[in-house]
């Protein structure tokens, strides 16, 4: 039998939760139902990655799309834990509003800051003294943000070492150190031993992220680009191929790889 549809009329969130609430209740949704935090985590990940192409597509309607895709994750994961009595929707906001309040001493209290650089001083400061306060030993690497995209977690390990002055004073040393990285794999390979090899293309990739680092650039942003550019190519050399009347499957390296430079001497 057919739920009722929440009305229209209700603010546009509250009419999110209450929906939420009817596909996991009894009666509605299966496949919302048997969700849990940890089934969603994934979900979430997936929704922001398409949440930073829409708005790199610049398509208003992309945009909306996907950011209601994502607002949907705090609403669906506060329905769940709702159901249990451990927080709300409500708890969520409150926690970030109060957040926001301390975070911000120069708009909601008497501090001072003039810029950009010094608000992010005072924001880690503030969220430095906040951790320590919970936490006996306070390192200045917590943890591995195991739970972040690994290049993504990579990047913020290095700003936070930075921050303590360890780090490398520009691209020069970093460059080295990926040369130096790259002979390790090569010395690994030849060693014929696969955990080493593991373990220093590891380290080869964590240069590389350094090298994104110190040259301004995110480097799970560049990855993406980059994906985006190997397929879009890749696409161009099917439709060549098939123009030529033949497939992917049955064209030689060679056949492929003449197409390919062709393209990507037109794309420059």
């Known amino acids: 039998m057919a739920r009722p549809i929440p009305s229209p009329e209700l603010p546009p969130v509250e009419r999110l939760r209450q929906i939420m609430h009817i596909l996991r ?4 949704c299966p496949w919302d139902a048997e969700q849990t935090h940890e089934s969603l ?8 990655y398409e949440v930073a192409e829409a708005i790199e597509s610049g398509n208003r309607d992309h945009i909306i799309d996907e950011l209601g895709d994502l607002l949907l994750q705090p609403v669906f994961h506060a329905e769940i834990a709702s159901e249990t009595g451990r927080f709300d929707l409500d708890d969520i ?3 970030i509003n109060e957040k926001l309040i301390r975070r911000h001493p120069h708009v909601f209290g008497d501090a001072e800051a003039d810029d950009p650089d010094a608000v992010l001083q005072q924001w880690e400061e503030i969220k430095s003294n906040e951790k320590s306060e919970k936490e006996q030993i306070p390192y200045t690497i917590k943890k591995a943000n195991e739970g972040l995209p690994a290049l993504l977690a990579a990047q913020k390990i290095q700003k936070k070492a930075a921050k303590v002055g360890f780090d490398w004073p520009d691209t020069a040393p970093v460059l080295e150190k990926i040369e130096e990285e ?6 690994a390979q030849l060693s014929g031993d696969d955990s080493d090899v593991a373990e220093e293309i590891g380290d080869l990739l964590f240069a590389v992220v350094n090298l994104a680092r110190k040259s301004g650039f995110e480097a799970e942003l560049l990855l993406h680009q980059a ?6 190519r890749f696409q161009k050399v099917e439709d060549v191929l098939r123009k030529q009347g033949q497939e992917m499957s049955n064209s030689t390296l060679e056949e492929m790889d003449a197409v390919w430079n062709n393209i990507k001497a037109i794309d420059s």
């Open 41 to 48: 985590v994934k979900h979430l990940i997936e929704e922001a």
């Open 93 to 95: 906001a409150n926690a």
């Open 25 to 28: 209740a009894p009666g509605g």
């Open 227 to 232: 994906n985006r550019k190997f397929v879009n």
């Open 182 to 187: 790259l002979e390790e794999v090569r010395s």
